[in-house]
């Protein structure tokens, strides 16, 4: 079958849902593609977000935490945030997103995977042919949108992998471990859901099994379920927009390059991508150039410097973690202190 509409999204993750959402609010039709059968599965995230989340129902948030503690052996520093960061339940809050879509009459079509483009067409894995007057790519890390439309992603590529484990843990700390067992370019984490659950994973080239089944033998702790993970990909993305196709969250990008948080930035980018889409819909304009000016330019504006800021993070981190003692030495001169005063979660500020 053939579907038209004003924006086609491709992806029904947080972004492609609050981009959705923003644009049929505005009375335009709008349909997302997502190519699982069910909206939030895999449920593949720790869920650790700064207050920029907004807000959310209380349902969907799991914990609260306030210290991040850095460690590499025995060696760790801590750094708290002046307000609390959240852990929540990311198949819940996609749900969520899900049900205020279709509020707002956005068409959700699960199952449905975009496998290609024909005479402006996108094709779909059931043979259906979907046409919008805007293509929106929130289709992740390997965005098959940017494939096709011929945008580039960066090379940089990880890959993360966590599972829930039972175990004892300290409610509100999150530890960050840097130790080259567990990851030579990433770290591994244990973000506590409550005192008795922990997410606990890793992000690294190559394959993280074998290095996550270290990791949980290393800490003793029981496994509640099985291992879920995705492809990690950062970097700075110069151009998101190619003729009526725009690109949003992982499937742009719009990562932190040091921890790999991906669903602030996502929502700060989902918003504009929105008001982007809306406007060209009403001023009727199409053009590549009108949609980087109200789209691209503005994200870029938003979020660029932090990313920045970010790189130059993991640049430092990649440097110190060389050095066994520079954690200690980090707490002994004061920067841990120096960064909370000065750093906020998110480097937005
Ligand atoms: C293990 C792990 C832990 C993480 N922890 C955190 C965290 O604690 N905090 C945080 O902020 N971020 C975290 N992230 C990152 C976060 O999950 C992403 O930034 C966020 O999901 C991005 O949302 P998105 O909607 O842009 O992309 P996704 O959530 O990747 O959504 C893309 C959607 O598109 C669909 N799709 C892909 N291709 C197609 C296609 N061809 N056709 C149709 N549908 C398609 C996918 O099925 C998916 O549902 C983590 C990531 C991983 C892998």
Same mark, same amino acid.
């Given at each position: 079958m053939n579907f038209e509409c004003d924006v086609l999204i491709i992806g029904g993750g947080p972004s492609g849902l609050l981009t959705g959402s923003l644009i049929s609010k505005k009375g335009f039709k709008t349909i997302i593609l997502e190519e699982h059968g069910e909206i939030g599965r895999p449920e593949q995230c720790t869920g650790l977000v700064s207050w920029r989340i907004g807000e959310i129902p209380e349902r969907i948030v799991l914990n609260t935490v306030k210290t991040a503690r850095f460690c590499l052996g025995k060696h760790y520093f801590e750094v708290s945030s002046r307000k609390k960061m959240l852990v929540i339940n990311r198949f819940e809050y996609d749900k969520y997103l899900a049900e205020n879509a279709i509020e707002n009459m956005v068409v959700i079509k699960t199952g449905e995977k975009a496998i290609g483009i024909k005479n402006g067409r996108v094709i779909t894995n059931r043979g259906n042919t979907y046409q919008g007057r805007i293509i929106v790519g929130a289709d992740g890390p390997n965005s098959i949108t940017a494939r096709l439309s011929g945008l580039k992603q960066p090379g940089n590529l990880l890959f993360a992998l966590q599972c829930v484990a039972k175990g004892l843990f300290e409610e509100d700390v999150v530890e960050i471990r840097f130790e080259k067992e567990f990851s030579e370019d990433g770290f591994a984490w244990i973000v506590p859901m409550d005192k008795n659950r922990a997410r606990v994973g890793l992000v690294t080239k190559g394959n993280p099994l074998p290095r996550l089944t270290t990791f949980l033998k290393k800490l003793n702790l029981e496994v509640v379920d099985r291992p879920v993970g995705d492809s990690i990909r950062f970097g700075l993305m110069c151009k998101t927009v190619a003729f009526n196709t725009i690109l949003v969250g992982d499937a742009a990008c719009q990562?932190?390059? &040091?921890? &790999?948080?991906g669903l602030v930035y996502g929502k700060i980018c989902s918003n504009i991508a929105g008001e982007a889409c809306v406007k060209a819909l009403e001023e009727n304009n199409f053009e590549e150039k009108f949609l980087v000016e109200s789209y691209e330019s503005k994200w870029k504006g938003e979020i660029w410097k932090a990313m920045k800021k970010g790189l130059w993070m993991r640049r430092f981190f990649n440097l110190v973690r060389r050095i066994p003692f520079s954690f200690t030495l980090i707490n002994k001169i004061g920067l841990d202190i120096l960064a909370e005063k000065t750093l906020d979660p998110d480097f937005l500020k």
């Open positions: 990562i932190k390059p &040091f921890s &790999f948080g």
